[in-house]
């Protein structure tokens, strides 16, 4: 299982580090994204990082403030959130799509893929 962790509060304009690893498995032979939940709210597909090249993509309502990045030799996923807005707080996951799911234009697809994720990680933003 995934293990987000992380996440805190911070002020407007903050920055926050969320990872993503987990136990018995290796993550560089993954696609592993990112989705975030507000209580009442669809999930928000955030980010994805595919393997081989590690090609990835965010979301446009995150770009140039998030990036998504992995360590195999800490088997751990990175998501850094940069200039955090009120609008970012929620819960984030990471999250593996099962087999079916093909990176590319329609990354976003990965939330009706999902194969596994873990608890999420609270992300709370203040202005």
């Known amino acids: 299982q995934l293990q987000a962790s992380g996440g805190g509060s911070v002020q407007a304009g903050g920055s926050l580090r969320l990872s993503c690893t987990t136990s018995?498995?290796?993550?560089?032979?993954?696609?592993i994204g990112w989705f975030r939940q507000v209580p009442g709210k669809e999930r928000e597909a955030v980010s994805i990082?595919?393997?081989?090249?590690?090609?990835?993509t965010v979301a446009d309502s995150v770009k140039g403030r998030f990036t998504i990045s992995r360590d195999n030799a800490k088997n751990t996923v990175y998501l850094e959130m940069n200039t955090l807005k009120t609008e970012d707080t929620a819960v984030y996951y990471c999250?593996?799509?099962?087999?079916?799911?093909?990176?590319?234009?329609?990354?976003?697809?990965?939330?009706?893929?999902?194969?596994?994720w873990g608890q999420g990680t609270q992300v709370t933003v203040s202005s």
């Open positions: 999250a593996i799509p099962r087999l079916g799911y093909v990176y590319g234009d329609n990354w976003a697809d990965f939330l009706s893929f999902l194969a596994s």
């Open positions: 990082i595919s393997t081989g090249d590690d090609p990835t």
């Open positions: 018995g498995f290796s993550l560089e032979y993954y696609d």
